[in-house]
């Protein structure tokens, strides 16, 4: 019984701190993809009809802007 009070505890303070310290001011950026190949990818996704040309041109900008 101890086990799981304590597991539950555990499970709730990690939810709870989760938000501590963060704002919307901030953003990191992982790349784990080149913006090269974010615009391939994006292109592929255009051609076989997985987004639409306007999606693309929204998308492919952010890419080149850097957001």
């Not at 597991?7 to 953003?27: E, H, P």
């Not at 994006?42 to 900008?61: K, N, S």
């Amino acid at each position: 019984m101890m086990g799981g009070v304590l597991k539950l505890t555990s499970i709730v303070a990690l939810l709870l701190l989760t938000g501590c310290g963060s704002d919307n001011r901030s953003m990191v950026v992982n790349r784990l993809v080149s913006p090269e190949q974010e615009l391939a990818d994006l292109a592929r996704a255009r051609d076989v009809g997985a987004i639409t040309p306007d999606e693309y041109a929204l998308l492919r900008q952010k890419v080149v802007v850097g957001k």
